[in-house]
């Protein structure tokens, strides 16, 4: 970390008093420094990260983070607050807060950063000494791990005179110490997941037990020796989301929690370990979920298996849609080009293999009408063989790609894909939980689970289910085509309501998916699907946008900077602008711009627009049936918004005015005070 962190990124008397205010404090000295280059940019990063989950650690630590295109390179920023700021952690503000900036795409440095800090912040001594702190370099030397010069020599005399403490080993001893092997992971699969794994192997030290851990982050994992495992006196899985290739551990007494277990009471999990062990209670684990014996009721946990069937159902179906989008929108956005160019009669084009003229547009625009139709093509497959993917890992996407096939060719289509997948990963659960010899046990990943149910489902594809689902799909197509008049306004409220009551969130995830699954199929209904939901997403940054332009009083500075950014997030549909705004004062945002996406929804569906690119915002007008409607609607919706996001604001100002005289009319600092 020796470059991360400067004098000049510390700031020891952090007067900021919200998370949104640190953390452009900070930014500003990462600015100052010239590793960021555009402050709002990089601010409209992080705040979406906080949005996704509180970045607030136990132990008065705040840890905002992100990747940007505006970071130039890592960098770490420190701020010590005497008043606390709240970055949603249960046991209160943070008065240590960090602020780390990787560039896009750099998973490494970001992983290496954030991993080597969380490690840190573990240790009371290195948090004490934070506190202590009055000197920004010294603070700043510290964070980079760099020990005082005394400290250095006094160190460097021991190790020449042998006398380094040196804790005794259970081996020194003459006996063999009671081993543990441990996976931790959190859905970043970053500080959360290294904090739980310097916990246990401190807990482990301090209990003379063996504790290696295998830490699996976002950007991957290195696995355990199987050496390691095989001596293993007992397993602990800390963790928020599946286990990656959990059989390793079979036959191995198993404590399963969450990742916060892992970080705030080490060693009662090793406790429990250790009794496992010495009752000989033995876990029976598959691929398909966790230990049989993992805990019901322990209210750490929070992984996928122990929640309710919807919810896990709908992290399937996300896990799937979220592996579709980059082929919606690449394939979408090349054919609305080639429609541009070309025409709407481009798609009925001869082959460019066998008829492209360099010089003609015509043959251009048929290109790349052919290419975005070939994306397209993968759309169904994609997304059951994720779906099957997220319920049974690797072993489920041959099988749920192959299902996701056959339903196009049984014309099944979105819905068959749907069905593929879930059918799909549940053969394969079912097949890992057949007890196996351990001979097969090697090849039954890569060979005998893909051979079975890619058979299994193919059936069930070809014989049984895809003709139902085909007729099924064709009375959808028939019924979108003939949404007329209430029906089609009905569903415009629906669709409009769901993108924007989460604005990115797995509501959000399924109205988006219900219109970019009709586009592999167009018709002149889906069309007018595809073309409410992006209207009705495009609502409520541009509603926040346009309320702190004319109200700005009831606005805090960050929130105004926030909304200059919200237009062009707004007007390029990226719905997530609105997000800093929603967690800020969701009672009041979130039902506002849920009406207003309402309204933008039916009236896009009530004045017929169509939509045949499946992203671009106001950049694809031009391939908008109704353009000038279509505007007007999102415009209708837009003010509904804005007009009900200020009336809430400002009734909620006006009490605390009303309550006495103390609250001066004309103040320049009459703010609405951020909700919790």
Request: hydrophobic content about 50%; glycine content about 12%.
């Amino acid at each position: 970390m020796s470059e991360l962190i400067t004098a000049e990124l510390v700031d020891l008397d952090l007067s900021a008093a919200t998370k949104d205010a640190a953390a452009r404090s900070l930014a500003e000295r990462m600015v100052a420094a010239h590793r960021v280059t555009d402050l709002d940019g990089f601010l409209a990063d992080v705040a979406a990260r906080e949005a996704q989950m509180p970045t607030g650690l136990d132990g008065g630590i705040g840890i905002p983070h992100c990747r940007s295109e505006h970071v130039t390179a890592p960098t770490l920023a420190f701020g010590r607050s005497a008043a606390g700021i709240d970055f949603g952690a249960a046991d209160g503000p943070a008065d240590l807060v960090f602020l780390i900036a990787a560039p896009a795409g750099a998973d490494d440095d970001h992983l290496t950063i954030l991993s080597g800090l969380a490690r840190r912040l573990m240790d009371p001594e290195f948090t004490a000494s934070l506190r202590a702190g009055t000197d920004p370099a010294a603070v700043a030397a510290l964070i980079r791990g760099e020990a005082p010069a005394e400290e250095r020599a006094a160190e460097e005399k021991e190790e020449e005179e042998g006398t380094a403490p040196e804790a005794e080993t259970a081996e020194a001893a003459g006996s063999v110490p009671f081993r543990i092997v441990a996976v931790t992971s959190c859905p970043t699969g970053i500080a959360h997941t290294y904090m739980a794994a310097e916990a246990l192997a401190a807990a482990g030290r301090a209990e003379g037990v063996e504790v290696t851990v295998e830490t699996q982050g976002s950007g991957g994992f290195k696995k355990l020796d199987p050496a390691v495992i095989a001596a293993a006196d007992a397993v602990i899985w800390a963790h928020d989301v599946e286990v990656r290739e959990k059989t390793r551990f079979r036959g191995k007494p198993l404590v399963d929690v969450g990742v916060k277990a892992g970080i705030n009471r080490p060693a009662e999990l090793i406790a429990e370990a250790r009794r496992k062990a010495e009752r000989g209670e033995v876990a029976a684990v598959s691929e398909a979920g966790h230990g049989k014996d993992s805990g019901d009721g322990d209210a750490d946990r929070s992984g996928a298996d122990h929640a309710h069937f919807g919810v896990r159902l709908r992290t399937y179906l996300m896990s799937g849609v979220s592996y579709m989008v980059p082929f919606v929108a690449a394939g979408g956005l090349l054919i609305a080009l080639s429609f541009a160019i070309g025409g709407y009669e481009t798609a009925s084009a001869k082959s460019v293999a066998d008829h492209f003229v360099w010089g003609e547009a015509d043959s251009w625009a048929a290109l790349l009408n052919q290419i975005g139709s070939a994306a397209f093509a993968f759309l169904v497959p994609v997304l059951a063989g994720y779906i099957a993917y997220g319920m049974a890992d690797r072993p489920a996407l041959v099988p749920g790609f192959v299902g996701g096939s056959i339903a196009l060719t049984v014309n099944a289509g979105f819905l068959g894909g749907l069905v593929a997948g879930l059918l799909a990963g549940a053969v394969v659960m079912a097949i890992q939980r057949v007890p196996v010899h351990a001979t097969l046990r090697g090849i039954m990943p890569v060979l005998v689970i893909p051979l079975i149910a890619s058979a299994v489902v193919g059936f069930l594809m070809f014989i049984v289910v895809g003709k139902p689902i085909a007729s099924l799909q064709n009375a959808l197509t028939d019924w979108l085509n003939g949404l007329s008049g209430s029906n089609a306004v009905i569903l415009g409220v629906v669709l409009g309501l769901m993108m924007c009551f989460d604005m990115g969130g797995p509501l959000n995830k399924v109205a988006y998916a219900f219109a970019v699954g009709g586009l592999a199929d167009p018709t002149d209904g889906s069309l007018k699907v595809m073309a409410a939901v992006m209207a009705a997403g495009m609502v409520p940054p541009l509603a926040m946008a346009l309320a702190t332009t004319v109200r700005k009083k009831l606005f805090t500075k960050t929130e105004r900077e926030n909304g200059r950014a919200a237009w062009v997030l707004g007007a390029s549909f990226i719905t997530e602008g609105a997000i800093p705004f929603a967690a800020a004062d969701p009672l009041r945002v979130i039902p506002s711009v849920m009406a207003g996406g309402a309204v933008t929804g039916a009236l896009s569906m009530a004045f017929g627009a169509t939509l045949r690119a499946p992203h671009g915002g106001v950049f694809v007008v031009p391939l908008i049936g109704e353009p000038f409607l279509y505007l007007l609607a999102i415009a209708a919706g837009t003010l509904v918004a804005t007009a009900l996001v200020v009336l809430l604001k400002g009734a909620r100002r006006a009490a605390p005015d009303a309550a006495g005289e103390a609250g001066a009319a004309g103040s320049d600092d009459l703010r609405v005070p951020v909700a919790a």
